[in-house]
């Protein structure tokens, strides 16, 4: 049985040629062929059936309320994460420092942000230490003393 395929498998892996493109070498093959047509045809398949969902999805009551509050949870994560100086953009592309135009963007964004919220990052300073420090504990007190002093 194999001896009756041989000449079909050994046609299927033929090659057209070898080419160059951009200085890798390619050797496609007619099976490799085959394959390209196929995946052609399950992806034009799946484009017409894609959009005759679309064409036929209604926005109705529910999906409108999904929308909504996708909507607001979206922009509370966002005011959330712009409080801290980030920013989802930031975060699903990873970047710990971005470019300085979209930075300032982000410091802008995060200071209106910040003055909508009541949030105040002011530096700390000596009267603001000092206070701070009064109202701890007697063993806070200790402990912080022996930490500064060491």
Same mark, same amino acid.
């Given at each position: 049985?194999?001896?009756?395929?041989?000449?079909?498998?050994?046609?299927?892996?033929?090659?057209?040629?070898?080419?160059?493109?951009?200085?890798?070498?390619?050797?496609?093959?007619?099976?490799?062929?085959?394959?390209?047509?196929?995946?052609?045809?399950?992806?034009? =398949?799946?484009?017409?059936?894609?959009?005759?969902?679309?064409?036929?999805?209604?926005?109705?009551?529910?999906?409108?309320?999904?929308?909504?509050?996708?909507?607001? =949870?979206?922009?509370?994560?966002?005011?959330?994460?712009?409080?801290?100086?980030?920013?989802?953009?930031?975060?699903?592309?990873?970047?710990?420092?971005?470019?300085?135009?979209?930075?300032?963007?982000?410091?802008?964004?995060?200071?209106?942000?910040?003055?909508?919220?009541?949030?105040?990052?002011?530096?700390?300073?000596?009267?603001?230490?000092?206070?701070?420090?009064?109202?701890?504990?007697?063993?806070?007190?200790?402990?912080?003393?022996?930490?500064?002093?060491?």
């Amino acid at each position: 049985m194999i001896q009756k395929i041989q000449p079909i498998l050994d046609y299927l892996n033929r090659s057209f040629g070898v080419y160059n493109i951009k200085g890798i070498y390619v050797e496609p093959r007619y099976w490799m062929a085959v394959a390209l047509g196929v995946l052609s045809f399950l992806l034009v =398949l799946t484009l017409a059936r894609l959009r005759y969902l679309y064409i036929h999805w209604s926005v109705s009551k529910p999906s409108l309320s999904m929308i909504f509050w996708g909507f607001i =949870l979206a922009l509370v994560i966002e005011g959330f994460l712009m409080v801290f100086g980030r920013t989802m953009f930031t975060e699903i592309l990873g970047w710990k420092n971005a470019p300085k135009p979209i930075g300032t963007l982000l410091d802008i964004g995060r200071n209106r942000f910040s003055q909508v919220l009541g949030v105040e990052d002011y530096p700390p300073t000596y009267q603001s230490v000092i206070s701070a420090y009064e109202r701890l504990e007697r063993d806070q007190k200790k402990k912080v003393t022996e930490y500064i002093c060491k």
